[in-house]
Nanobody
Framework: QVQLVESGGGLVQAGGSLRLSCAAS????????MGWFRQAPGKEREFVAA????????YYADSVKGLFTISRDNAKNTLYLQMNSLQPEDTAVYYC????????????????????WGQGTQVTVSS
């Protein structure tokens, strides 16, 4: 089992940047595929980005491709989401999620594929 705690959210002006972190408990972080999702008020949760357990492959939603970067540091049990050129439509609660443990090296973009979720961190982008 793994526990996830997000941090790094906050209020930023349009065009600004934030880096979210997701700290994972346990010794087997490297055996979990990881992802970021977000949920805006009144909207369904949506996929943002995912990374394989090794960090060797990533996948992004079209809306954030080229603007956001997902990465992980398995030595530090931490997942990151670097968000650049933020816009008001990026305002949401951002969640990290873990799928595993697994020996496969896949990315997952469907929320139901993930077994563990953090509590979320609020990102607000003002215009």
């Amino acid at each position: 089992q793994v526990q996830l705690v997000e941090s790094g959210g906050g209020l930023v002006q349009a065009g600004g940047s934030l880096r979210l972190s997701c700290a994972a408990s346990g010794r087997t972080f490297s055996r979990y595929a990881m992802g970021w999702f977000r949920q805006a008020p009144g909207k369904e949760r949506e996929f943002v980005a995912a990374v394989t357990r090794s960090g060797g492959d990533t996948y992004y939603a079209d809306s954030v491709k080229g603007l956001f970067t997902i990465s992980r540091d398995n030595a530090k049990n931490t997942l990151y989401l670097q968000m650049n050129s933020l816009q008001p439509e990026d305002t949401a609660v951002y969640y990290c999620a873990a799928d595993g443990p697994t020996y496969s090296d896949y990315v997952f973009i469907i929320g139901n594929d993930y077994d563990y979720w953090g509590q979320g961190t609020q990102v607000t982008v003002s215009s």
